[in-house]
């Protein structure tokens, strides 16, 4: 995977950068929005800082990146955290050498295994990211 703090190519368009390394977040969410639900049992919010840049022409939106994580298991993890503080605004409209940073959030399994990040854009293969 990418090393933190390491810009990375994904899709032809986008350039993305782990900023900081995945951290628990779980009381963060909970206290930012009286509707947010705690995650699952079993599980965490972690979030994880990111820059997105894109070089493409016209504009587009951050939410054209697909972001994921896997687990200690290789499994897939999913799930919605609710309203995020400094979250990351996935609908805003970037041009060539724009970008927007902040935070993303992944539930994940509480037992504080590694948490490996993928990105895909334009469906053009999977990039992995470091997350520590």
Do not use: H, K
Request: net charge negative; aromatic share 10%.
């Amino acid at each position: 995977p990418a090393a933190l703090g390491t810009t990375t190519a994904v899709g032809d368009d986008w350039q993305l950068t782990v900023t900081g390394a995945a951290r628990d977040i779980t009381a963060e969410v909970l206290a930012e929005n009286q509707f947010n639900d705690p995650p699952p049992t079993g599980f965490r919010y972690v979030g994880i800082e990111m820059t997105y840049a894109y070089s493409g022409s016209g504009g587009a939106s951050p939410a054209n990146v697909s972001i994921g994580s896997v687990g200690d298991a290789n499994v897939q993890n999913e799930g919605y955290c609710g309203v995020v503080p400094g979250e990351i605004d996935m609908f805003t409209d970037l041009f060539a050498g724009g970008s927007v940073s902040g935070t993303v959030c992944l539930v994940v399994p509480d037992d504080g295994g590694a948490v490996a990040l993928y990105a895909t854009a334009d469906f053009d293969g999977f990039i992995w990211f470091a997350t520590s």
